[in-house]
């Protein structure tokens, strides 16, 4: 499989499951709110970009950074046995794993696309991307790496390339923008993401957005948004790094979205190979999340670039140091030749079939699909829908030790009809329940089967890619 996209600009479809507090019954079987069970959205083929609708919202706490260990059950195992299945990135870490097989595929980008200045890098995202504390102090200010003088050669790179007419450190980026969701990036002819990767030809990017989505934006389109996004700088080149986003410490409704979100990120990082920063886990364990008196913007400390203990107290001083830590880690690989950072990354274990589904033995948990290369098509019809599933379906095991509430939300992209399933383990056709687009269940404890099958429509199976994210609270 690969971990970038080809030079054209492809849509995911986007799995999320949320398991949350104990319950001890199986619920009837129950729909998205609104929606019939057996609906297909004929529109969000074309929906690239949202349209500023709001979601519905569902009441999710926010994410813990902790991982929630599930009975492994019967066919639990460790990630790394049986079939190498997609690569995984671990939630227990700040950066996403670089191994031979990520840094071949990142230096494949490189060589691809000669043009890009190896030594520029753009800023893409909203008001915390904005700010001049967001990187600007490693060539406009004071800075303290208080010891972490192997990354002073990444500034150093960095501080002599021509971001036009600037660094890139202190250029005001074209693609950022206060109070920016991640469509406004893309709206426009040329759109603000074009005008800036025009105007600098850069290598790499730092790519933020999702603490505005998360008020009003449905999770579906904000996943659209970010694929269009990514796959939009991988076509010329650029390699972005992602990252997770702060709490919203000012809204309780956002914050509980706020996990949707990040697992979304997460997932599509995951399935381009794509660098990905966790910054959210970093600001949990701190005195207010390290965020500003208005609970959204990170705090900002001795300009941002003093990298002590009591400097990392602040949130922005610690996204200046995730990211220059991702631009080193890119750098050393991509410019310099270095093997790998890490010697291997983790990967899924499982084929997706009924008879070796993908296992999930903890969540958090992300992983990629695609109905056209992967699992098997066994189920036309389900029980519980009269829907024609007669395209490939992907399947997930988990086992719950305990009874749990489960949120699923399934977003197909251009091209792709897949719907979400809930099924007894091994079960062939017999569900708990199906929907298009979303499913909010009780279950008791057991083993379960998460079904993502692919809708035939009137030309055939509508197959495609999809992100698998799975987020415990």
Known sequence: MSHHAPPIVRASAVFLVMVTGCVTEIG????????????????????????????AGVPFDAFS????????????????AGPRGPTLYPYETRHSPIDRTIADDLRAIATSHPDRADDVFAKVGDSITVSTAF??????????LDGREALRPTIDHFRVGDAGGSDPFRRV?????????????????????????DALAPRFASLMYGTNDVGFVDVDSFGRNMTAIVDAMLAVGTIPILSSIPPRDDDAAADRRVPLFNGIVRALAQSRGLPFVDFHRELVPLAGHGLAGDGVHPQASMGGCVLT?????????????????????????????EDAIEPSAPHLAGSGTMADPFVVTSLPFAAHLDTRTMGE???????????????????????????????????SGAGADLDVHLAPSGSTSACIARDNRQLDLDLAAGEFDLVIDTYRGASGPEAGEGLVVLVAR
Do not use: K, Y
């Open 28 to 55: 009837a079987r129950t729909d998205a709110a609104g929606a019939s069970v057996d609906a297909h959205d004929l529109e969000r083929d074309a929906r690239a970009v949202d349209a500023g609708s709001s979601d």
């Open 65 to 80: 950074p902790d991982a929630f260990s599930l009975d492994g059950g019967g066919d639990a195992g460790s990630p790394d």
């Open 135 to 144: 990187l600007a102090c490693f060539t406009g200010g004071t800075v303290d």
């Open 173 to 197: 980026s074209l693609a950022a923008g206060t109070g920016w969701s991640a469509s406004r990036v893309l709206m426009g002819t040329p759109s603000p993401l074009t005008q800036e990767l």
């Open 309 to 337: 203990d009591a400097g990392l107290r602040a949130g922005s001083n610690v996204r200046n140091l995730l990211v220059l830590e991702a631009l080193d880690r890119l750098r050393r690989v991509v410019i310099e030749g």
């Open 377 to 411: 098509s066994r189920v036309d019809r389900w029980a519980c829908g009269t829907a024609d599933e007669g395209g490939a379906e992907v399947r997930f095991r988990f086992h719950l030790a305990s009874g749990a509430s489960v949120t699923a939300l399934v977003s």
